[in-house]
Nanobody
């Protein structure tokens, strides 16, 4: 059974930073593509960032490009999301997700991800 547990959310002022972490149980973490998604109240879940199993080429939503950085530590079964220059519009419940197939073509589609965490709340005040 694969479980994902996020942490690191909280309340921060605009312009501040947070670092989210997602620990994945199971022996096959190093073979998964990992992604971060978010959902604000009244809105659909949206893609934020993704990183392949190798830790190679990352990919970001335009809204966070240049401000957020995704990384992973396969030895610790953990994926991170460093969020800088936060804006009020970044306020959302942030989820990490794992894709067993590592498909590049669907890297930003929530439907491609097989396992999900419960989410961690990020609130950015103006």
């Amino acid at each position: 059974q694969v479980q994902l547990v996020e942490s690191g959310g909280g309340l921060v002022q605009a312009g501040g930073s947070l670092r989210l972490a997602c620990v994945v149980s199971g022996r096959t973490f190093s073979t998964y593509r990992m992604g971060w998604f978010r959902q604000a109240p009244g809105k659909e879940r949206e893609f934020v960032a993704t990183i392949p199993w190798s830790g190679g080429t990352t990919y970001y939503a335009d809204s966070v490009k240049g401000r957020f950085t995704i990384s992973r530590d396969n030895a610790k079964n953990t994926v991170y999301l460093q969020m800088n220059s936060l804006k009020p519009e970044d306020t959302a419940l942030y989820y990490c997700a794992a894709d067993k197939e590592n498909l590049y073509s669907t890297r930003d589609s929530s439907a491609a991800y097989d396992y999900w965490g419960q989410g961690t709340q990020v609130t950015v005040s103006s």
